[in-house]
């Protein structure tokens, strides 16, 4: 005699607490996200024609045969998946890049599955089938039974069963953040939750973990002011040859490159930026015209001769700053740290570094200044090294 043995089917909730995050897209069904991928398309090319006539076609209101196929898919992408923003095309668009090339990766999956010589992404230029497949796709051709699949990026799962197969857990985005896992608890003890594995039971809140994305700062020029002999304070051209051996050439008035062995100066070479009696400016310009995306300066200071700090710090209507060239003035900068003197930032035989979130490329200029009643160039003097340009 056989018995027949039962397994009660239980359905299980999943609830997402996402921390500030959110997810691609968390849509009801497939329709609800081609509406919404149309709906992007059509206000990318800012389209006179009607959303309902550009998803549907001419007096249509459902399918997915509209002019956006029609009319306007040249524009959707041009072969290649991109790399970078490329307003060119609704795949790489700045609005749009980040929230749709899962779907267009899908497309990439669901075209080789289709056919494993074919792709969606072609480096030479070719979309007639990408765009076919797509089009396919869109209206569900039945030839394919590929067509009832979805991007999984933009259905998170919401409930789950005691014996549905394996889950993979949908990652979420938030702008300025690395997603780190799904933990079952707001402390994020214990290790991640990828997958909600078949025999799974009971209900599930899962608790998005951020950790910021500081990106760091790309650094584009280096100048230690190299290693060659003493120059002149004279007004004109300055060329040095820094250890990394770039060779730079800057118009200057009052400034030398030298070298000490004493504290906190070591041996190394520098800028010298001097003033006195005959002659109140000292300056030095930095032509970063053509350094595109720059975004930040950096350089330490000190003083010529430690042992008269105080008379520098104190020359009356001194004056130590970064300046920029606006039309024909030059406008003083401030720190990074709203200072806009750096004479009260020397320091007793030590190198202060002081930093100036810039608005990109230009002419800038180094500018010590001050009614200084020294009688030799040694006095109220100024040093400057290890000058850096981020962007």
């Known amino acids: 005699m056989l018995t027949a043995k039962w397994l009660l089917i239980e359905t299980y909730a999943i609830n997402y607490e996402l ?3 959110a997810f691609l897209g968390d849509y009801a069904n497939k329709n609800a996200l081609l509406d919404a991928f149309l709906t992007d398309f059509h206000t990318y090319l800012e389209s006179t024609d009607s959303l309902s006539d550009f998803m549907h076609g001419a007096g249509k209101t459902e399918g997915y045969a509209g002019l956006w196929y029609s009319d306007n898919r040249a524009k959707i992408y041009n072969g290649p998946r991109p790399e970078a923003v490329d307003e060119a095309y609704f795949i790489s668009a700045a609005a749009y890049m980040d929230k749709w090339l899962p779907f267009f990766d899908f497309m990439e999956y669901l075209v080789n599955k ?30 394919r039974s590929q067509h009832a699949e979805v991007p999984g990026e933009y259905f998170p799962v919401k409930a789950y069963q005691n014996i549905s197969d394996d889950i993979t857990l949908v990652e979420p985005v938030r702008d300025g953040y690395i997603f780190d896992g799904w933990y079952d608890n707001p402390e994020f003890t214990g290790e991640p939750i990828v997958t909600i594995v078949k025999g799974s039971t009971g209900n599930l809140t899962l608790y998005a973990k951020w950790t910021a994305d500081v990106q760091l700062p790309e650094m584009i020029i280096d100048w230690d002011f190299g290693t060659v002999a003493k120059t002149g304070y004279a007004a004109g051209d300055l060329t040095w040859t820094n250890s990394d051996s770039t060779e730079v050439t800057a118009n200057k008035d009052r400034t030398q490159i030298n070298s000490s062995d004493y504290a906190p100066h070591n041996g190394e070479h520098f800028l010298v930026l001097s003033i006195r009696d005959t002659a109140s400016e000292a ?18 200071i000190n003083v010529w001769n430690n042992s008269l700090l105080a008379t520098v710090k104190d020359t009356p209507n001194g004056l130590f700053i970064l300046q920029v060239k606006d039309g024909e003035n030059w406008v003083n900068l401030q720190t990074t740290n709203a200072e806009a003197n750096l004479l009260p930032l020397l320091t007793f035989e030590e190198y202060v570094e002081v930093a100036f979130d810039v608005a990109g490329p230009g002419l800038y200029r180094i500018m010590y200044s001050g009614d200084s009643t020294a009688t030799s160039n040694t006095i109220t003097a100024v040093t400057v090294d290890n000058l850096k340009v981020f962007k």
């Open 283 to 300: 300056w030095i310009e930095l032509d970063f015209t053509t350094l595109t995306g720059m975004n930040k300066i950096s350089f330490e």
């Open 19 to 21: 921390n500030g995050g």
């Open 114 to 143: 289709i056919n494993t010589t074919q792709h969606f992404y072609d480096v030479a230029g070719k979309t007639y089938t990408g765009l076919l497949r797509l089009s396919e796709y869109m209206k569900n051709d039945p030839v």
